[in-house]
């Protein structure tokens, strides 16, 4: 069973809020990943971290920033959230390159 | 551009017979290589993986196929069962690039019938 935990599950939010999506683990990993999923899409990388104080944009251009000051943590915040937000958010940790990466429940975001 | 392409959207298949995922892909750096099971609204799960040193994996109903000189890979599931219904994701990484990040393709929607 994997360790990694999202929180919310479900959220509807308004235009214009300032949102934070929570993901924790508790396995040590040093890296951790933020994906964005919409149905029938694939998994896009929005952001990265190698380790604390580590984080890097990903494939997909997004107006959200992330930070990794401890390493179980790596919460992914919207400042003012808009429709086109609207989306699936999966956090996920891998441990290295040769081992499978384990993913989180996910957070279902919408914004009306 | 789409470096990892799963190009059947969805596969039906009878309960009891053999279900088989295709992958696809075109970075030639990519050395490890994985399936992810996804229901809606819930995170993917690992399945199985194989590294580019292998040609073959099996776990229980699930095998992995890599053919490295056409860049594919495929999953088989035999015998398929109504719960393997799911979204199936194929994923690859590169080692020592961008943080060993996963690049997903966009899934393949297989129903198992009874």
């Known amino acids: 069973e994997a360790d990694i935990y999202q929180t919310p599950r479900y959220l509807v939010i308004g235009t214009g809020k300032k949102i934070t999506l929570e993901c924790s683990q508790t396995?040590?990993?040093?890296?951790m990943y933020w994906y964005q999923q919409d149905p029938g899409m694939e998994l896009h990388l929005i952001h990265y971290s190698y380790g604390v104080n580590s984080t890097e944009k990903g494939d997909l251009s997004s107006e959200s920033t992330v930070s990794r000051i401890r390493t179980e943590h790596f919460p992914l915040t919207l400042e003012s959230a808009r429709p086109s937000h609207t989306s699936q958010y999966l956090c996920?940790?891998?441990?290295?390159?040769?081992?499978?990466?384990?993913f989180g429940q996910g957070t279902r975001l919408t914004v009306v | 551009d789409q470096q990892v392409k799963q190009n059947s959207p969805s596969l039906s298949v009878q309960e009891g017979r053999i279900s088989i995922l295709n992958c696809d892909y075109t970075n030639s750096m990519f050395d490890y290589f994985l399936w992810y099971k996804k229901y809606p609204a819930e995170g993917p799960t690992f399945l199985i993986s194989?590294?580019?040193?292998?040609d073959k994996n099996e776990d229980g109903r699930f095998t992995v196929f890599l053919n490295k000189s056409a860049k594919h890979l495929s999953l088989h599931i035999v015998p398929s069962q109504p719960g393997d219904s799911a979204v199936y994701f194929c994923a690859a990484s590169a080692q020592g690039t961008s943080g060993s990040r996963l690049t997903f393709g966009e899934g393949t929607q297989l129903t198992v019938n009874p």
């Open positions: 396995m040590g990993h040093d890296k």
């Open positions: 194989i590294s580019s040193i292998k």
């Open positions: 996920a940790s891998r441990p290295g390159g040769f081992s499978e990466a384990f």
